[in-house]
């Protein structure tokens, strides 16, 4: 397949593929004669892992390091470098669940004062637990 058609069917856009190509993190893509790149299926189900581990927080020196390993020889290794992204993602929603129940709080205090005509008031003791949670989870 075409590389318009790789990225619909992956979800990246044509320049994104065109970079990894040029980073090399895709492997030797056959050319057409005139030199445009193919796509098989396995080479589309290749980007969309690729699109996974960056939309998911992975960054392009962690991406090139996973891509670096072969998978075949070594997926031990591969395997490690999954697991730890995954306790970064694992620590990222934690906090995130944190800051929406800061929100969600927010939200029921503003629709209290709505309702009743009051002045929202935040627990001083909750909002230093909230906070310190959050610089600790951080460190």
């Known amino acids: ?12 856009s044509i ?3 065109r ?20 796509f098989t299926e396995g ?3 290749w980007l969309r892992i690729l699109r ?3 939309s998911s927080g992975m960054s392009m020196a962690d991406l090139r390091r996973f891509v670096a390993v072969d998978g075949d020889l070594e997926p031990g290794r591969r395997r ?3 697991e730890a992204h995954r306790d970064s993602v694992l620590d990222r ?6 800051e929406l129940e800061v929100i969600e709080g927010k939200i029921e205090a503003y ?21 310190e949670t959050r610089s600790t989870t951080q460190a």
Do not use: F
């Open 111 to 131: 629709r209290r004062m709505e309702l009743e005509g009051t002045v929202p008031v935040v627990d001083p003791a909750r909002l230093d637990a909230m906070l």
């Open 43 to 45: 080479d589309v189900g």
């Open 15 to 17: 320049d994104t593929i």
């Open 52 to 54: 996974c581990l960056r």
């Open 19 to 38: 970079y990894y190509d040029k980073l090399g993190i895709l492997g030797a893509l056959p050319r057409t004669t005139g030199g445009a790149r193919t």
């Open 80 to 82: 490690e470098l999954l």
């Open 93 to 98: 929603m934690a906090r995130t669940r944190q």
């Open 1 to 12: 397949m075409n590389i318009a058609e790789a990225a619909r069917q992956s979800e990246l």
